[in-house]
């Protein structure tokens, strides 16, 4: 089967490479979307939740936040702002993290309650990324 290289990149440099990968699925805007080699270049906005990395020895989960993703025929370069590993999820750190933006929602004089919601997403996704490994 044909492989592609998948790179995942974030403000502070490329966190994640692997050259052998058969299937990657993404969360876009728009739906869940699987890319093998040989896709059609494409580019798509992602949403924060997980990619998933499908290669010879196994499967990967990676947390990811905002992006794109820009899929050529034997590359894909994924751009977020942040990117970890389910086995790299500190999970009582998420938890914490979690409970400090849930503390902002439920503060009634929180005048910054669209960040807290997004917190609180990046949050809960990285748990739940971190289960699945």
């Given at each position: 089967m ?11 440099g ?12 993404f ?21 924060t ?85």
């Open positions: 044909s492989t592609v290289n998948l790179d995942i990149v974030t403000p502070n490329s966190v994640y490479e692997k050259d052998d990968v058969e299937l990657v699925v969360q876009t805007t728009a739906g869940e979307m699987g890319v093998m080699s040989g896709h059609i270049p494409t580019v798509a906005a992602l949403k939740g997980h990619v998933k990395v499908n290669f010879r020895n196994g499967t990967e989960y990676i947390a990811v936040s905002g992006g794109f993703v820009e899929i050529r025929q034997h590359k894909v370069s994924v751009i977020v702002q942040t990117a970890e590993t389910a086995s790299e999820i500190d999970v009582e750190r998420a938890k914490l993290a979690r409970q400090r933006a849930q503390s902002h929602l439920d503060d009634q004089d929180n005048s910054d309650i669209n960040r807290a919601k997004r917190a609180l997403a990046r949050a809960e996704n990285r748990l739940r990324v971190a289960e699945l490994k």
